[in-house]
């Protein structure tokens, strides 16, 4: 058990009783402690980051999207993200910038199988996975930046937004599936989008999605996608 326990520490786990010493550390202190050697420090820190002091600050969101970057213990990257995921509209924007940027753990290419779970998939890029989890008011952020951003950002994106719907069904309307359906006529050779956007459709139970999913069943003869395009409509339909 004691092995355990270290192993934990050695990635950055804390508790309460350890925050009690970084209480009074002002916003500076805590700032320069993200570059602490030692990760429960790291962690200590971007927890009362996003505690204490205003998260929508730039010098605070910008240090820690910069310190996610290049962390590596496990606790101290949740303790980040869970700061982060309390920003508003202006970091969601600026976290736009850094997707698929971070970590090798993106999809490159279409997996061998989909998923077996009857809910949305956690994105697998830790910036969209933050954007995903942040207050359905930075949403509209999230779908303007379907315009701005290139292929390799929108693979991305479209995890976040699928995210965010799915656990959020009032965002559920055609208004704001259209944006999506444009990414699908724009992208429409790219694969790896076409898969991307079989699954933001499972978020949305309306008939459109239907309509659009069974289209797509019957042009693209890949695998992969006939078994998302059957696994979206399946939750669709509640099965």
Not at 168 to 188: M, Q, S
Request: with cysteine; proline share 3%; aromatic share 8%.
């Amino acid at each position: 058990m004691k092995s355990d326990k270290k192993d934990l520490i050695k990635r950055g786990w804390i508790d309460d009783y350890y925050l009690e010493d970084f209480l009074n550390f002002n916003q500076e202190e805590l700032l320069k402690l993200l570059s602490s050697n030692d990760p429960c420090e790291r962690s200590a820190a971007a927890s009362l980051l996003g505690v204490k002091f205003n998260v929508n600050e730039k010098i605070v969101y910008s240090s820690l999207v910069k310190s996610l970057s290049i962390e590596k213990a496990l606790y101290t990257k949740l303790q980040i993200s869970r700061s982060l995921e309390k920003g508003n509209f202006i970091v969601a924007e600026y976290m736009i910038g850094y997707l698929g940027k971070i970590g090798n753990n993106q999809h490159k290419k279409l997996p061998n199988t989909v998923s077996k779970k009857k809910s949305y998939p956690l994105p697998r890029d830790i910036i969209a996975r933050i954007l995903g989890k942040m207050d359905k008011s930075n949403f509209s952020v999230l779908l303007s930046s379907l315009d701005s951003c290139v292929a390799d950002q929108i693979t991305e994106l479209l995890d976040a937004i699928g995210f965010m719907v799915f656990y959020n069904p009032n965002l559920a309307i055609l208004e704001n599936l259209k944006p999506i359906l444009g990414v699908l006529d724009k992208y429409e050779d790219n694969i790896l989008i076409v898969w991307k956007v079989c699954m933001v459709l499972s978020a949305f139970p309306l008939d459109e999605s239907v309509f659009i999913l069974n289209k797509i069943k019957s042009h693209y003869g890949v695998d992969l996608i006939l078994l998302e395009v059957e696994r979206s409509l399946n939750l669709i339909n509640g099965d």
